[in-house]
């Protein structure tokens, strides 16, 4: 198959078939290069050179759930931590003044903060629109639908609840025990009520590349404003610590392809499956926003690498702005952001 021209026709708007994106997401050597190629002109023309900067507050690792890839599953033994309202409001303030544009509120599903209707978790976004005033991401798992009018009136602007991966099977195999048409709807809900969705997939958890295509495909006809992919990385003490998985490259062929279906879409450079090492490659593979941004001594976790490069300061703010700039591209501002979530929302 030729591989260029499938990347230049969905570049210039053009349609692909399964097989192609088959081909695609599967491509190498000089092929790899120009879907990449293609994403970054897709990308330069929808965005320019301008570059979101997402901070990743995970402020609870309680959990009640048991997710296979996870290593904060409920029944991993592990220091677990909660941070009070009054620490969040404090580290996401700091997070805007160092030049983030938002603050992605992230837990597990942790029964202290999803009590009488998510009360905590509702409390705690209002605060911080409140008092920091920032563009808001909840990030709390998957929450009942008469849930969602309050995280909106609160102020979230957008949800993220990732499907990983759209064959039910494997969804039942790895999100144990949970429903996949009730996390589907997530995105559903979050855009019924105004906010707007992320979805995101995860590559290397058993999936083929079948599975892949028909899942980059399924998160973009939900409709999603946001849409990313992350590698598997293997947690101690999971049921999948010994299960291997795969080059980082089958990653940001995905996210290439993520591109190349849906122009406009907000993709994720991910500094957390890599580190800051991997910003670049995804940014050169279309990607248009940093996430996983965390403060040094917040002793803040991440989720698929809960410490690398975080206390010596390598995921914080001015370390990424700085790395940007040396790559050509410019770090945007909240005002920024607020304007294209505006203007997203005024879609839905
Ligand atoms: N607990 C909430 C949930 O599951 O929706 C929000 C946070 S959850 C920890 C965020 C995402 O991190 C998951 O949906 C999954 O895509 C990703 N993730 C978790 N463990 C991972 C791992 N070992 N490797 C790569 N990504 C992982
Ligand atoms: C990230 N570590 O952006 C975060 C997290 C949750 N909304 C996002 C997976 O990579
Ligand atoms: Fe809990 Fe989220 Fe981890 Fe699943 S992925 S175990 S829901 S923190």
Same mark, same amino acid.
Request: glycine share 10%.
């Given at each position: 198959m030729d591989v260029p021209e499938i990347a230049d026709r969905?570049?210039?708007?053009?349609?692909?078939?399964d097989s192609e994106l088959a081909a695609l997401i599967t491509a190498e050597g000089d092929d790899r290069e120009a879907v990449f190629a293609a994403a970054r002109r897709v990308r330069d023309r929808e965005f320019g050179k301008r570059t979101f900067l997402y901070g990743f507050v995970y402020f609870s690792t309680y959990c009640r759930n048991e997710c296979s890839f996870c290593y904060y599953r409920k029944s991993n033994s592990i220091d677990r931590y909660r941070k009070t309202e009054d620490e969040i409001v404090d580290l996401a303030r700091s997070i805007r003044d160092s030049g983030i544009n938002l603050a992605d509120l992230t837990m597990g599903e942790d029964p202290f903060m999803i009590r009488n209707g998510y009360e905590n978790f509702i409390h705690l976004v209002s605060a911080i629109r409140d008092e920091v005033g920032i563009p808001v991401m909840a990030s709390p798992g998957a929450v009942p639908h008469e849930d969602f009018p309050k995280l909106r009136d609160a102020g979230a602007d957008i949800v993220a609840c990732y499907q990983e991966t759209y064959n039910r099977g494997l969804f039942a195999d790895r999100r144990?025990?949970? /429903?996949?048409?009730?996390?589907?709807?997530?995105?559903?809900?979050?855009?019924?009520?105004?906010?707007?969705?992320?979805?995101g997939m995860m590559v290397g958890i058993g999936e083929t590349v079948e599975d892949r295509v028909h899942t980059i495909r399924e998160m973009i006809s939900l409709g999603c404003d946001q849409?990313?992919?992350m590698t598997f990385v293997p947690q101690e003490g999971t049921p999948m610590e010994l299960s291997g998985t795969v080059d980082s490259v089958n990653e940001l062929l995905c996210l290439a392809a993520m591109r190349?279906?849906?122009h406009d879409v907000l993709i994720p450079a991910t500094l957390d499956v890599e580190g800051i090492a991997g910003m670049r490659t995804r940014l050169d593979a279309g990607a248009n926003v940093v996430t996983s +941004?965390?403060?040094p001594a917040s002793h803040l976790a991440g989720v698929a690498q809960s410490s690398m490069d +975080?206390? /010596?300061g390598h995921?914080?703010?001015?370390?990424?702005?700085?790395?940007?700039?040396? +790559?050509?591209?410019?770090?945007?501002?909240?005002a920024d952001l607020r304007r294209e979530f505006d203007r997203r929302k005024a879609r839905l």
């Open positions: 969905l570049a210039s708007g053009g349609g692909a078939t144990l025990g949970q /429903d996949f048409d009730y996390r589907r709807n997530q995105k559903v809900w979050a855009m019924e009520n105004g906010m707007l969705a992320e979805d849409v990313r992919a190349l279906l849906r +941004i965390i403060p +975080i206390e /010596d995921r914080c703010a001015d370390y990424v702005i700085s790395l940007l700039k040396e +790559i050509g591209r410019e770090p945007a501002t909240a």
